[in-house]
C-alpha cells in the first residue's frame, strides 16, 4: 500500500562524485594532443601520470601501435557481423597466440572484459550452482551475477577476503548445490590487495565440489610466467577454475578474454556465448595491436619489462615507507592507496597534489567506508625514479597539512589506517583549537533539560516536545527485545550569556539496515530474519528516532559562533558513537540546500534520499465543500467524493483521550497488520506497551474507525496534539476493509478533518502514501540523510541482494 521513493546506490554514487567533480578532482577533462604516457596536460599545465592502468607502458610501445595500424590497412575499421557467423583469421591468430601465452588452455577474446564476464557467467552458471561472491570483486562481476537470478541462481556474498566466512558459507550450503562458485579479484582495484592464494588451493582439496572464479584484469602483463597474470602464476587454470582477464591495462590494448581448461564450458560459451555472438568482434585496429603485444609476452622482453617495473615498485616501498605514509597496500602489486580518512581531507590532500603537477585519483564512499578514504595512484613503466621522489615527497608534506586544514586530528588518521604517527622536526602538527566561548551541554534524558528551553526550540516539531520526549524514552526503555531498548542522547550548546545556539538529539538503537531498501529486498532478508533475527542489523547512532519524523536540529545561524557549535556537534557524535559501539551513524531530515548540508558532506557523510515527509496548512475550512475548494486538483476533488465522502456514513468514528489495556491491545494489534505489510519503511516494530505509555500523556489522543452498528474495531489513528499542530504518528489498519469500505482513504479524511477540527495551523501526515496526502492539498518535501558506515559490506550484500 505505501510507496516511498527509496534511496538507490546510484544516487549515493551521484552525490559523492558530482562533489569531487565540482571540486575538480574526478571527471577531469584533459587537453593534450599527443600521449606517450607520462603526462596529462590539464587546465594548461603538465602533470605526471600516476593514475592510469597500463603497467607496462605497452600502450605506446612501437610494434602494438603498428600492428595496429597494419591490420587496420588491411581489413578496415571494423567487421560487421556476428561471431555466430565468421571468425575472421585475425582473430583466430589472435586467440590461439593468447592459448600458447596460458599453456595450451582454450581462450576467447572480447570487446571488454566486461563483456567477457556477462558471457561466460550467463553460459557456465547453472540454476542449482551457488555463487559466493567476495564484497569487492568487481562491479562488472556483480552485475551479471544478479542477472542469474532470473534462472533461480542463489547468490550470497562474503567479507572480503574473509576466508573463515567464506568456508563456513561453504560448509552450510555444500549439500545443497551441484556446484559452489567463490568468484574474486586476482588484484584488487582500489586497495591493490591480493586473494591468498595458499588457502584458496587447501579449499579447493577440501571441497570438489569448489570452483573458483577470477577477474585477474589488474594482475595481467607485470607478473607471471608470459605475463599471464597472478592467478594464472599462483593456481593455473582447470576444470574449476575459470579466469577472466584482459587485453587492456598492462596488456596494452583494449578488450577481454576468458581462459578455460575445461572444454566444455569453452565450447558451450565459443557457440553462442550472449555478447560474443550478438555483438560486435574486436576490430581490426584492436587486434594488431594485441598480436603484436602477445609476441611480446611470448618472448624474453616480457621479463625486461616486469623487472623493470619491479624495480619501480621496490623503490616506491622503500619511499613510501621512509616518509611514514598510510599506505595499506600490497608492496606486491603496482597499485597504492594512501589513507586520509574524512572526504573532506581527501578532496583538500588530492587537490593539493594536483596543484603540485602530479596526477592521482580519488577514492571515496561509498568504494570505501567514509572514514577510510584515501588518495589512490597507480605505477607504470613511463615513471622515472625522480617522479616517485617528487609524488612521496608531496604526499608526506602536504597529507597532514590537508588533515589540518579540515579540522581532523593527524594522530587519528594514522591510527585509523594502522599507523604509528612519528613526528618530525620539518612536519609540525597542530591541532586544532576550538572557541572557548560555547558551553556544551550533554545529556541522557529529556528530565534533566529545562522544559522551557525544550520547547522553545522544539514544541512545534512533531512528538519531540519536553512531554513527547518523555512518552519516547518511556516506551523504549526497560524492554526484554534488545531492539526495542534505545539510548538517548541530547546536546544543547550555548554561549557564555545563555543564548542557545545548537540544540539536538540521537537515538542509540539496533536498525535494519535494508530500512529504505526495495521492498523486494527487504522481503528476501525478512525471510532469513525468521531464523536469524538480527541477520543485516547494525546498531546505529541516528539524530532524531524511527518515532518521530521532522526538522530535529534547532540552530541560530545568525549567531557568530554557529559554526563552531557544529564542530562541537561533530564531537559529540563521535564520543557517543564510540559510547554505544554504533556501527553506523544517520543525521536525518534535512531539506536541500540546509545550512548543515555541506558539512556533513565534507566530514565524510554520504547523502542519501529518505522518504517524502507530507505537511498540510490549510486555511481553516468549516464544511467539506470549503475543503474542496482549497484543492486545484479536479482528480482529487472526484477521488475524495467517490471514495471518501460516499462511504463516510458507514462510519462511527471515535475520538479518545485514554485507551484500557483491552483497547490498547486492539490498536496495536492493527498497527502490527500495518507493519507486517509493508516492507517500504521497515523497521523493527515497537513494544507491544507503545500504546498503553502512549494513554498516560495528554498530548496524545486515539481516533477509532468502526462500521456502525458493530464493535469490531478495523482502524486507528494514535495523533500527537501540539500547540500549533497536530501529528497523527501511526496508523492501523484491518485490512480486510481496505478494498470493500476504502478504509484507508477514510483513515486519510480523518487525519486531515481533526488537525482542521483542532485548528492547528498545521498537521503532519507522515511518510509514505505521498499520492494519497497529496490530494488534500499536502505538500511533499524531499527529505535527504546523511550516513555514515564503519565498513560497507552490509551496503554492498544489500546492493547484491537487488534484482
Given at each position: 500500500?505505501?510507496?516511498?521513493?527509496?534511496?538507490?546506490?546510484?544516487?549515493?554514487?551521484?552525490?559523492?562524485?558530482?562533489?569531487?567533480?565540482?571540486?575538480?578532482?574526478?571527471?577531469?577533462?584533459?587537453?593534450e594532443?599527443?600521449?606517450?604516457?607520462?603526462?596529462?596536460?590539464?587546465k594548461?599545465?603538465?602533470?605526471?601520470?600516476?593514475?592510469?592502468c597500463?603497467?607496462?607502458?605497452?600502450?605506446t610501445?612501437?610494434?602494438?601501435?603498428?600492428?595496429?595500424?597494419e591490420?587496420?590497412r588491411?581489413?578496415?575499421?571494423?567487421?560487421?557481423?556476428?561471431?555466430?557467423?565468421?571468425r575472421?583469421?585475425?582473430i583466430?591468430?589472435?586467440?590461439?597466440l593468447?592459448?600458447q601465452?596460458?599453456?595450451?588452455?582454450?581462450?576467447?577474446?572480447y570487446?571488454?572484459?566486461?563483456?567477457?564476464?556477462i558471457?561466460?557467467?550467463?553460459?557456465?552458471?547453472?540454476?542449482?550452482d551457488?555463487?559466493?561472491?567476495?564484497q569487492?570483486?568487481?562491479?562488472?562481476?556483480?552485475?551479471?551475477c544478479?542477472?542469474?537470478?532470473?534462472?533461480?541462481t542463489?547468490?550470497?556474498?562474503?567479507?572480503?577476503?574473509?576466508?573463515?566466512m567464506?568456508?563456513?558459507?561453504?560448509?552450510?550450503?555444500?549439500?545443497?548445490?551441484?556446484?559452489?562458485?567463490?568468484?574474486?579479484?586476482?588484484?584488487?582495484?582500489?586497495?591493490?590487495?591480493l586473494?591468498?592464494?595458499?588457502?584458496?588451493?587447501?579449499?579447493l582439496?577440501?571441497?570438489?565440489?569448489?570452483?573458483?572464479?577470477?577477474?585477474?584484469?589488474?594482475?595481467?602483463?607485470?607478473?607471471?610466467k608470459?605475463?599471464?597474470?597472478?592467478?594464472y602464476?599462483?593456481?593455473?587454470?582447470?576444470?574449476?577454475?575459470?579466469?577472466?582477464?584482459?587485453?587492456?591495462?598492462?596488456?596494452?590494448?583494449?578488450?577481454?578474454?576468458?581462459?578455460?581448461?575445461?572444454?566444455?564450458?569453452?565450447?558451450?560459451?565459443?557457440?553462442?556465448?550472449?555478447?560474443?555472438?550478438?555483438?560486435?568482434?574486436?576490430?581490426?585496429?584492436?587486434?594488431?595491436?594485441?598480436?603484436?603485444?602477445?609476441?611480446?609476452?611470448?618472448?624474453?622482453?616480457?621479463?625486461?619489462?616486469?623487472?623493470?617495473?619491479?624495480?619501480?615498485?621496490?623503490?616506491m616501498n622503500?619511499?613510501?615507507?621512509?616518509?611514514?605514509?598510510?599506505?595499506?597496500?600490497?608492496p606486491?602489486?603496482?597499485?597504492y592507496?594512501?589513507?586520509?580518512?574524512?572526504?573532506k581531507?581527501?578532496?583538500?590532500?588530492?587537490?593539493?597534489?594536483?596543484?603540485?603537477?602530479?596526477?592521482?585519483?580519488?577514492?571515496t564512499?561509498?568504494?570505501?567506508?567514509?572514514?577510510?578514504?584515501?588518495?589512490r595512484?597507480?605505477?607504470?613503466?613511463?615513471?622515472?625514479?625522480?617522479?616517485?621522489?617528487?609524488?612521496?615527497d608531496?604526499?608526506?608534506?602536504?597529507?597532514?597539512?590537508?588533515?589540518?586544514?579540515?579540522?581532523?586530528?593527524?594522530?587519528r588518521?594514522?591510527?585509523?589506517?594502522?599507523?604509528?604517527?612519528?613526528?618530525k622536526?620539518?612536519c609540525?602538527?597542530?591541532?586544532?583549537?576550538?572557541?572557548?566561548?560555547?558551553?556544551?551541554?550533554e545529556?541522557?534524558?529529556?528530565?534533566?533539560?529545562?522544559?522551557?528551553?525544550?520547547?522553545?526550540?522544539?514544541?512545534?516539531?512533531?512528538?519531540?516536545?519536553?512531554?513527547?520526549?518523555?512518552?519516547?524514552?518511556e516506551?523504549?526503555?526497560?524492554?526484554?527485545?534488545?531492539?526495542e531498548n534505545?539510548?538517548?542522547?541530547?546536546?544543547?550548546?550555548?554561549?557564555?550569556?545563555?543564548?542557545?545556539?545548537?540544540a539536538?538529539?540521537?537515538?542509540?538503537a539496533?536498525y535494519?539496515?535494508?530500512?529504505v531498501?526495495?521492498?523486494n529486498?527487504?522481503?528476501?532478508?525478512?525471510?532469513?530474519?525468521?531464523?536469524?533475527?538480527?541477520?543485516?542489523?547494525?546498531?546505529?547512532?541516528?539524530?532524531?528516532?524511527?518515532?518521530?519524523?521532522?526538522?530535529?536540529?534547532?540552530?541560530?545561524?545568525q549567531?557568530?559562533?554557529?559554526?563552531?557549535?557544529v564542530?562541537?556537534?561533530?564531537?559529540?557524535v563521535?564520543?557517543?558513537?564510540?559510547?554505544?559501539?554504533a556501527?553506523?551513524?544517520?543525521?536525518?531530515?534535512?531539506?536541500?540546500?540546509?545550512?548543515?548540508?555541506?558539512?556533513?558532506?565534507?566530514?565524510?557523510?554520504?547523502?542519501?534520499?529518505?522518504?517524502?515527509?507530507?505537511?498540510?496548512?490549510?486555511?481553516?475550512?468549516?464544511?467539506?465543500?470549503?475543503?474542496?475548494s482549497?484543492?486545484?486538483?479536479?482528480?482529487?476533488?472526484?477521488?475524495?467524493?467517490?471514495?471518501?465522502?460516499?462511504?463516510?456514513?458507514?462510519?462511527?468514528?471515535?475520538?479518545?483521550?485514554?485507551?484500557?489495556?483491552?483497547?490498547?491491545?486492539?490498536?496495536?494489534?492493527?498497527?502490527?497488520n500495518?507493519?507486517?505489510?509493508?516492507?517500504?519503511?521497515?523497521?523493527?516494530?515497537?513494544?507491544?506497551?507503545?500504546?498503553?505509555?502512549?494513554?498516560?500523556y495528554?498530548?496524545?489522543?486515539?481516533?477509532?474507525?468502526?462500521?456502525?452498528?458493530?464493535?469490531?474495531l478495523?482502524?486507528?489513528?494514535?495523533?500527537?496534539?501540539?500547540?500549533?499542530?497536530?501529528?497523527?504518528?501511526?496508523?492501523?489498519?484491518?485490512?480486510?476493509?481496505?478494498?470493500?469500505?476504502h478504509?484507508?482513504?477514510?483513515?486519510?479524511?480523518?487525519?486531515?478533518?481533526?488537525?482542521?477540527?483542532?485548528?492547528?495551523?498545521?498537521?503532519?501526515?507522515?511518510?509514505?502514501?505521498?499520492?494519497?496526502?497529496?490530494?488534500?492539498?499536502?505538500?511533499?518535501?524531499p527529505?535527504?540523510?546523511?550516513?555514515?558506515?564503519?565498513?560497507?559490506?552490509?551496503?554492498?550484500?544489500?546492493?547484491?541482494?537487488?534484482?
Open positions: 500500500m505505501a510507496k516511498i521513493n527509496h534511496n538507490n546506490y546510484l544516487d549515493v554514487v551521484d552525490n559523492v562524485w558530482t562533489s569531487a567533480k565540482e571540486k575538480g578532482i574526478m571527471h577531469i577533462n584533459s587537453e594532443q599527443s600521449f606517450k604516457g607520462e603526462k596529462f596536460s590539464i594548461g599545465r603538465e602533470l605526471i601520470n600516476f593514475g592510469t597500463g603497467y607496462l607502458g605497452l600502450e610501445h612501437p610494434d602494438l601501435i603498428a600492428g595496429s595500424i591490420l587496420t588491411k581489413f578496415g575499421t571494423q567487421l560487421s557481423m556476428s561471431r555466430a557467423y565468421i575472421p583469421a585475425y583466430q591468430e589472435l586467440e590461439e593468447m592459448s601465452l596460458f599453456d595450451g588452455n582454450k581462450v576467447i577474446c570487446t571488454s572484459t566486461s563483456n567477457a564476464h558471457s561466460v557467467i550467463a553460459t557456465i552458471i547453472k540454476p542449482d551457488l555463487i559466493i561472491l567476495d569487492q570483486v568487481h562491479f562488472s562481476v556483480q552485475f551479471p544478479k542477472n542469474t537470478k532470473l534462472q533461480g542463489e547468490v550470497k556474498m562474503v567479507r572480503h577476503s574473509n576466508y573463515e567464506l568456508e563456513e558459507m561453504i560448509r552450510e550450503n555444500y549439500n545443497k548445490y551441484n556446484r559452489i562458485w567463490y568468484m574474486a579479484d586476482g588484484v584488487y582495484s582500489m586497495h591493490g590487495d586473494p591468498d592464494t595458499i588457502i584458496l588451493k587447501r579449499l582439496d577440501k571441497y570438489p565440489k569448489l570452483h573458483l572464479y577470477f577477474d585477474d584484469a589488474h594482475g595481467m602483463g607485470w607478473v607471471g608470459n605475463g599471464a597474470g597472478y592467478i602464476d599462483r593456481l593455473g587454470a582447470s576444470e574449476r577454475i575459470v579466469i577472466i582477464s584482459t587485453l587492456a591495462k598492462g596488456f596494452g590494448c583494449v578488450g577481454g578474454m576468458a581462459i578455460f581448461a575445461d572444454s566444455e564450458m569453452y565450447r558451450r560459451t565459443d557457440i553462442f556465448g550472449g555478447p560474443l555472438s550478438y555483438s560486435h568482434p574486436l576490430s581490426p585496429a584492436n587486434v594488431g595491436a594485441a598480436i603484436a603485444s602477445a609476441k611480446i609476452h611470448l618472448s624474453d622482453d616480457i621479463y625486461t619489462y616486469q623487472s623493470e617495473l619491479k624495480d619501480l615498485m621496490n623503490y622503500l619511499r613510501l615507507e621512509e616518509k611514514n605514509l598510510t599506505n595499506i597496500s600490497s606486491d602489486s603496482p597499485i592507496f594512501i589513507g586520509s580518512g574524512l572526504n581531507v581527501t578532496r583538500n590532500f588530492v587537490h593539493r597534489i594536483l596543484e603540485e603537477g602530479i596526477y592521482v585519483n580519488t577514492a564512499f561509498p568504494v570505501v567506508p567514509n572514514d577510510k578514504s584515501g588518495l595512484f597507480t605505477l607504470t613503466r613511463h615513471n622515472t625514479k625522480a617522479d616517485i621522489d617528487l609524488l612521496t608531496a604526499m608526506a608534506y602536504h597529507l597532514p597539512k590537508a588533515v589540518e586544514e579540515e579540522g581532523d586530528s593527524v594522530e588518521v594514522y591510527k585509523e589506517f594502522g599507523y604509528h604517527l612519528q613526528q622536526e620539518d609540525l602538527l597542530v591541532e586544532p583549537i576550538k572557541n572557548s566561548n560555547l558551553i556544551v551541554e545529556y541522557t534524558t529529556i528530565h534533566d533539560i529545562n522544559t522551557a528551553d525544550w520547547n522553545l526550540m522544539f514544541k512545534d516539531r512533531g512528538n519531540i516536545s519536553h512531554s513527547g520526549m518523555q512518552c519516547m524514552e516506551i523504549f526503555s526497560n524492554n526484554e527485545q534488545p531492539e534505545w539510548s538517548f542522547h541530547y546536546i544543547i550548546v550555548k554561549d557564555k550569556t545563555g543564548k542557545l545556539v545548537l539536538t538529539f540521537f537515538t542509540g539496533i535494519k539496515d535494508d530500512m531498501a526495495q521492498e529486498v527487504s522481503k528476501q532478508i525478512e525471510e532469513v530474519r525468521k531464523t536469524d533475527p538480527y541477520y543485516l542489523c547494525s546498531k546505529t547512532l541516528a539524530m532524531g528516532s524511527l518515532f518521530c519524523e521532522g526538522d530535529f536540529i534547532y540552530q541560530d545561524t549567531h557568530t559562533e554557529w559554526r563552531n557549535s564542530n562541537y556537534l561533530f564531537d559529540f563521535s564520543k557517543v558513537k564510540k559510547d554505544i559501539d556501527k553506523v551513524v544517520i543525521f536525518r531530515d534535512f531539506e536541500e540546500g540546509g545550512f548543515l548540508n555541506q558539512m556533513l558532506e565534507d566530514e565524510g557523510y554520504a547523502k542519501m534520499r529518505m522518504p517524502n515527509t507530507n505537511i498540510i496548512s490549510h486555511s481553516k475550512w468549516n464544511t467539506k465543500e470549503e475543503l474542496l482549497l484543492l486545484n486538483s479536479k482528480n482529487s476533488i472526484n477521488n475524495i467524493k467517490r471514495y471518501v465522502f460516499k462511504y463516510e456514513d458507514q462510519f462511527d468514528v471515535a475520538i479518545k483521550k485514554k485507551l484500557t489495556d483491552k483497547e490498547a491491545e486492539k490498536h496495536y494489534q492493527l498497527f502490527l500495518v507493519k507486517k505489510a509493508n516492507y517500504a519503511f521497515n523497521f523493527f516494530a515497537y513494544p507491544e506497551k507503545t500504546v498503553k505509555i502512549l494513554s498516560k495528554s498530548d496524545w489522543e486515539f481516533l477509532e474507525f468502526r462500521i456502525k452498528g458493530s464493535d469490531e478495523i482502524g486507528c489513528i494514535w495523533f500527537f496534539i501540539g500547540e500549533n499542530h497536530a501529528c497523527p504518528l501511526i496508523v492501523g489498519l484491518n485490512y480486510d476493509y481496505i478494498k470493500s469500505h478504509l484507508y482513504k477514510q483513515i486519510m479524511y480523518y487525519m486531515v478533518k481533526r488537525g482542521n477540527d483542532l485548528g492547528k495551523a498545521k498537521t503532519y501526515l507522515g511518510l509514505t502514501s505521498d499520492y494519497e496526502k497529496q490530494k488534500y492539498g499536502a505538500k511533499s518535501i527529505f535527504y540523510g546523511y550516513l555514515k558506515v564503519d565498513n560497507i559490506y552490509n551496503l554492498d550484500l544489500l546492493s547484491s541482494l537487488s534484482d
